[in-house]
């Protein structure tokens, strides 16, 4: 038992030394859901996790991940880590829209920030309006410029 905690921190280490915050190449996003609520967006993010870091996360939790996930919605600023597990995570960015004539309109956000760009595309991007409609994007590095009525 005592050598399996050993080994789990060995391999925790060397998970973090090659796949530090600062890099943040352990994550990659491959989907990303946009869910449009007045002036916020909910954002669900699947992804897959570099093999060190997985085994981390199953051994010690997603805790270190955060940072990563938020750097992803760099662009934003209010930006709040809701869950997150080994596939995907759900964040809440207040104030993602304006309020313009009766509509709220969410400008178009780079993925990642200025000190992580993203390095790849994101495979796709749905936008879920208020009403249920869908819209799905294709190969994007950033949100789309939409809009919805405001209620």
Do not use: W
Request: glycine share 6%.
């Amino acid at each position: 038992m005592r050598q399996a905690v050993i080994t789990l921190v060995v391999l925790a280490a060397i998970a973090l030394s090659f796949c530090g915050s600062a890099r943040g190449d352990c994550i990659e996003v491959r989907e990303v859901t946009m869910r449009l609520d007045k002036d916020r967006a909910i954002f669900e993010l699947n992804y897959t996790l570099d093999a060190f870091t997985r085994l981390y996360v199953l051994a010690l939790g997603c805790k270190h991940l955060e940072p990563d996930l938020i750097s992803f919605l760099g662009g934003y600023k209010d930006v709040k880590l809701i869950k997150a597990d080994e596939k995907r995570a759900s964040l809440q960015v207040n104030g993602a829209g304006k309020n313009l004539d009766n509509c709220y309109l969410f400008y178009s956000c780079p993925f990642g920030s200025k000190d992580k760009p993203l390095k790849r595309e994101v495979e796709k991007l749905s936008v879920i309006y208020p009403g249920g409609k869908i819209d799905t994007f294709y190969n994007v590095s950033s949100t789309q410029n939409v809009f919805c009525k405001a209620d």
